[in-house]
């Protein structure tokens, strides 16, 4: 089983920067994609960034230029730096593990949340 730990979260002013942390236990962490998504309540899930096992990335155009996406596999650790922030990226994010085993099936693991707060 892979658990999922997300820190980093917070009230931060508009315009400021925070980072989110996402610790995974197991072993698949370095073979894994590995996304970062946000759920404000009133609006639909929103997927802000991934990171392919490979390091490419990929972000929502709302977040585009402002957010980044990286990974550390020694740590087993994927983090969002996000930088200009806004009032609307006020949401709890998810970090997500996706998974594709040796028979091709799927697996999926999510964190518990942590919740972001952009205001002044």
């Known amino acids: 089983q892979v658990q999922l730990v997300e820190s980093g979260g917070g009230l931060v002013q508009p315009g400021g920067s925070l980072r989110l942390s996402c610790a995974a236990s197991?072993?698949?962490?370095?073979?894994?994609?590995m996304r970062w998504y946000r759920h404000n309540p009133g609006n639909q899930r929103e997927l802000v960034a991934s990171?392919?096992?490979?390091?490419?990335?990929d972000y929502a155009d709302s977040v585009k230029d402002r957010f980044t996406i990286s990974r550390d596999n020694a740590k087993n650790t994927v983090y969002l730096e996000m930088s200009s922030l806004k009032p609307e990226d006020t949401a709890v994010y998810y970090c997500?593990?996706?998974?594709?085993?040796?028979?091709?099936?799927?697996?999926?693991?999510w964190g518990q949340g942590t919740q972001v707060t952009v205001s002044s």
């Open positions: 997500n593990l996706k998974h594709t085993d040796t028979f091709g099936r799927e697996h999926g693991y």
């Open positions: 197991g072993s698949i962490f370095s073979i894994s994609l």
């Open positions: 990171i392919s096992s490979g390091g490419s990335t």
